[in-house]
């Protein structure tokens, strides 16, 4: 039982290239996020799914775009990344989302770095 | 909007100390709040979840209470030891919704 897994854990990037980010869940979790953490700006919600073939958008979505085509993984695209993408992103997922005992189980992060 | 806020940002304490982190919310209607755990270079790990009717949660040498009306949860960590360094992020879960707003965590070191 690997948890949440994410590929990969680190990549350079030139501005205006694009990436996909991987999470992959063995937990057969319905919801899953992605988040981004900066120095002092702490851990800030990009997208979420409440299932398989939906996606929402959270705090700071522009600039990113999300695929939940199986319920196992959730993808993160960047489409042309910018220097102000550079950050650690971190994937997690949860049991339904509505229960109150339900918690947030993450993945190790991806260190993105945008030149 | 809810905002989540962590003092102190950094705490440095020897080892054996009690300590005591603090975490307040602007938003009285949440769901439930949670005390998680990130080792530098790692994610999040969970370690207590308070339900909003519940007062406190316990685990082992980790104690967090709720206090919903005033918008306060404190962590409270026993007999530190250099092995509880790390950042200890509070999140707040909203009534209806399904998502977390993190407070921006405080990083705690433990000397021997």
């Known amino acids: 039982n690997a948890g949440v897994t994410q590929t990969p854990k680190f990549r350079v990037l030139k501005t205006g290239q694009s990436m996909t980010l991987l999470c992959a869940q063995d937990?057969?979790?319905?919801?899953m996020y992605w988040y981004r953490q900066d120095p002092g700006m702490g851990l800030r919600l990009i997208h979420y799914?409440?299932?398989?073939?939906?996606?929402a958008k959270g705090e700071v979505p522009d600039g990113y775009n999300v695929s939940r085509l199986k319920k196992q993984n959730f993808l993160l695209g960047l489409e042309s990344a910018a220097p102000s993408q550079t950050s650690v992103y971190f994937c997690?997922?949860?049991?339904?989302?509505?229960?109150?005992?339900?918690?947030?189980?993450f993945g190790p992060g991806t260190r993105l770095t945008v030149l | 909007k809810q905002e989540v806020t962590q003092i102190p940002a950094a705490l440095s304490v020897p080892e054996g100390e009690n300590l005591v982190l603090n975490c307040s919310f602007t938003?009285?209607?949440?769901?439930?709040l949670q005390w998680f755990r990130q080792d530098p270079g790692k994610g999040l790990t969970s370690l207590l979840l308070?339900?909003?009717?519940?007062r406190e949660q316990t685990s082992g040498r980790l104690n967090a209470s709720l206090d919903k009306s005033s918008g306060r949860s404190t962590l409270y960590i026993a007999a530190s030891q250099p092995g509880d360094s790390a950042t200890y992020l509070c999140a707040v879960r909203m009534t209806g919704y399904s998502t977390l707003t993190f407070g921006k965590g405080t990083m705690l070191l433990v000397s021997p």
């Open positions: 308070i339900q909003s009717s519940q």
């Open positions: 997690a997922s949860s049991p339904m989302g509505g229960a109150r005992e339900d918690t947030q189980y």
């Open positions: 938003d009285s209607a949440i769901y439930n």
């Open positions: 937990m057969n979790h319905e919801y």
């Open positions: 799914s409440v299932g398989e073939g939906t996606t």
